[in-house]
């Protein structure tokens, strides 16, 4: 992990990542039972679930920011554009696009990209979230 | 029950119960997700990750939309409430808001949120779409 930085230190258009991601299906397994995800779902057992993945943007961030990737979510938007396909790779890379002050807290917006292995584009997101205290201590 | 373009706005689409877990990951940092820090805080226990809230919303979406969710799928989420720790039990429910044709099919919007029946508390609100042919 990254030594930590200071809200102050963090740029708009910090890069993210690539962070790359084996859509094993032992991965779906952790995932489904991470967020008890029931049977059931789409037709297609191809697919993984729409889920699976999304913690890795908190990874994404401590990887970048360390300590100060310490984050409590405030919003979360996804656009899904093409399965996650079991037994693909998957990519996520992303950016920092604004930070901002509300009522004392340190809010950051990110947006991230999932793609494939043959590029293409699997879904956006966009993350809002703000500074909580790290288990450095930061 | 799947997406039906002919449903009527105002109708409530299958919700979905869940008791909320929270997962130990050897990268998180957050000391909210850490339970005795968070009970020094006033929290009852370390919070559920918003990742895993959006998670359970998600799964009663992709329960309705089926397939139809990965390339036309749409949701907007917004915490709050004071969230959920392990146990705590969940309801995840959506209404349809509105329509509107898009290429050969129509885009339903809903309504979400998260219940927390433990607290009594809303703690996800927001909107989403999906297309449906």
């Known amino acids: 992990m990254k030594e930590k930085c200071s809200f102050d230190e963090i740029e708009i258009g910090m890069e993210m990542g690539p962070l790359e991601f084996d859509v094993s299906p032992e991965a779906i397994k952790e995932y489904r039972n991470w967020a008890r995800w029931e049977v059931g779902g789409g037709d297609n057992p191809a697919n993984a679930l729409p889920g699976i993945f999304l913690i890795n943007h908190v990874r994404m961030l401590t990887t970048t920011l360390g300590g100060a990737g310490s984050r409590i979510w405030a919003k979360s938007q996804h656009e899904f554009l093409n399965p996650i396909r079991v037994d693909s790779k998957l990519v996520k890379r992303g950016k920092i696009v604004e930070k901002y002050l509300k009522r004392g807290k340190q809010y950051l917006i990110y947006e991230i990209e999932t793609r494939d292995q043959d590029g293409r584009l699997i879904m ?15 | 029950m799947k997406a039906d373009k002919n449903v009527e706005v105002g109708w409530e689409i299958p919700s979905l ?7 130990k990951v050897d990268f998180e940092v957050t000391q909210i997700h850490d339970d005795e820090y968070a009970k020094t805080r006033g929290f009852r226990g370390d ?3 918003g990742n895993f809230l959006t998670g359970y919303v998600l799964e009663m979406l992709y329960r309705y939309f089926g397939d139809h969710w990965w390339k036309h799928g749409r949701i907007a989420a917004t915490f709050i409430g004071g969230g959920a720790v392990t146990g705590d039990e969940l309801v995840a429910k959506g209404v349809v808001t509105s329509k509107q044709a898009e290429d050969s099919g129509v885009r339903l919007f809903l309504d979400i949120r998260l219940e927390n029946h433990t607290t009594g508390n809303k703690i996800l ?3 989403a779409s999906c297309r449906v042919p």
């Open chain 2, 17 to 23: 119960g869940k008791t909320a877990y929270s997962p």
């Open chain 1, 124 to 138: 956006r997101s966009r993350e809002t979230s703000f500074f909580g205290e790290s288990k450095e201590g930061s």
């Open chain 2, 47 to 49: 919070l559920v990750g």
């Open chain 2, 125 to 127: 609100v927001g909107t």
